[in-house]
């Protein structure tokens, strides 16, 4: 089978969500000493761009696009050590720190946020749910990090958010670090107000808009 | 006088299949679904026999015994109450997604949130009968957190209603755990007109 071909068959692979078939040809594309960086880029990311496209046309919904990055996430984590004994890097398209605000302990939208950010191409560091407000300051610190998204899901602690927004800017961390804010109760103007740099209603949104925020 | 808050148990949780596929992020009507999804929908589905326990707890006060909220102005009785589908479901969907099976904790996480709402429904129909019984007219059902009723409220509510009873609490943000709860009041007029207000 030509290059081509087994590109295109893990495109394949991440379109239709079939997980076996997207680790498999991680596994040949190992054996058979491909360019990894070329199988992420021209096969895989490929995968994942058309599935955003489809679901951008209507076509595919939030369960094809987990489905869909999960099998990203299965290739890479068959990929990666090869990629780190190499001392190869990836291409990233921003680091992020994620998590949802203190007081608040859903954690299901940011997972499928996580989730869709990585399988994006982004670098994503989880801290969880219930998470003190300074501790993602000072992670985006520690990790040099080009994001932080903020996820809450109570008015009540929604306006952590805000409190996030005010501790980088003490620190003079703005705009260096863009933040994003999403939960049930926050909206754009809410996004607005506390000067977040954009704000997801779902989580392909939130990808959409550090893509966008990425490219400058 | 408040009435000795009384719990309600064995409701029947049933659903809609479409609310469900709306809730996991399908939103049009024409489409086709893929049998992989189908087939995890049924999976979960069937595992909810053993990890819902759905149960509520309820009061009725006289309006001159409520906080007076404006909320409640007007009406002769005001019924609280607190439902609960238990921590069973949202300890299985952590452990869906420790596993990366994040579609299927998903589902499960859906599924939950649609019973939760179901034994709310269930629950104000069976209080709406009791306003019907008092020969009083039951407004609409409102939560904490809607309309002209602060989430702050919910402190309110669990000062009325021993959530403890039936397994839930409420933290400092006023978030109810477990989160698949639903707290909730109606108000019983004697005017059927101020029933149908949107308070």
Redesign the interface.
């Known amino acids: 089978m030509s290059k081509e071909d087994t590109l295109a068959r893990m495109e394949k692979a991440i379109i239709e969500?079939n997980k076996q078939e997207a680790e498999a040809l991680a596994r040949e594309a190992l054996e058979e000493k491909m360019d990894l960086l070329e199988v992420i880029e021209k096969g895989y990311v490929r995968g994942i761009q058309t599935v955003g496209d489809l679901w951008e046309r209507?076509e595919y919904?939030?369960?094809?696009?987990?489905?869909s990055?999960?099998c990203m996430?299965a290739a890479m984590s068959i990929l990666q050590p090869e990629l780190e004994k190499a001392q190869i890097q990836a291409q990233s398209k921003g680091k992020v720190v994620i998590g949802t605000v203190e007081?608040?302990?859903?954690?299901?939208g940011k997972?499928?946020v996580a989730?869709m950010l990585a399988a994006n191409g982004f670098n994503v560091i989880d801290l969880g749910a219930d998470v003190n407000l300074e501790r993602f300051v000072e992670k985006a610190e520690e990790e040099n990090a080009d994001f932080i998204c903020l996820s809450a899901l109570?008015?009540?602690?929604m306006l952590g958010q805000k409190r996030v927004i005010e501790v980088l800017k003490e620190k003079n961390l703005t705009p260096r670090i863009k933040v994003l804010v999403g939960g049930a109760p926050v909206n754009q103007k809410w996004a607005d107000d506390i000067g977040a740099d954009g704000y997801g209603e779902?989580a392909m949104k939130a990808v959409k808009v550090a893509q966008n925020i990425s490219k400058g | 006088m408040a009435s000795v808050p009384e719990k309600i148990e064995n409701l029947k949780v049933e659903f809609d299949e479409k609310r469900i596929l709306h809730l996991?992020?399908?939103?049009?009507k024409s489409?086709e679904l893929?049998n992989?999804?189908k087939i995890m929908i049924a999976e979960e589905t069937q595992k909810l026999d053993h990890l819902l326990h759905p149960v509520s707890i309820y009061t009725i006060l006289d309006y001159e015994d409520t906080n007076r909220h404006p909320i409640f102005s007007d009406a002769e009785k005001v019924a609280l109450c607190i439902c609960t589908i238990g921590l069973e479901l949202e300890a299985e969907?952590?452990k869906l997604?420790s596993e990366?099976e994040?579609?299927r904790?998903?589902i499960l996480?859906s599924l939950g949130s649609e019973a939760a709402e179901e034994v709310a429904i269930q629950s104000d129909r069976i209080l709406a009968e009791k306003a019907r019984e008092m020969n009083l007219w039951p407004s609409k059902r409102f939560s904490p957190?809607y309309r002209k009723w602060d989430?702050?409220e919910q402190r309110y509510v669990f000062s009325i209603l021993p959530g403890e009873s039936i397994g839930v609490r409420l933290?400092?943000?006023?978030?109810m755990?477990p989160?698949k709860s639903v707290s909730f009041r109606i108000n019983f007029y004697k005017d059927k007109e101020l029933s149908t207000r949107k308070k």
Do not use: W
């Open positions: 969500g209507g919904f939030l369960p094809e696009l987990i489905t990055a999960e996430k007081g608040d302990i859903h954690d299901i997972n499928l989730s109570l008015t009540t602690t779902n | 996991i992020g399908y939103k049009t489409m893929k992989p999804v969907t952590k997604m990366n994040m579609l904790a998903l996480d957190g989430i702050q933290t400092e943000s006023c978030m755990i989160r």
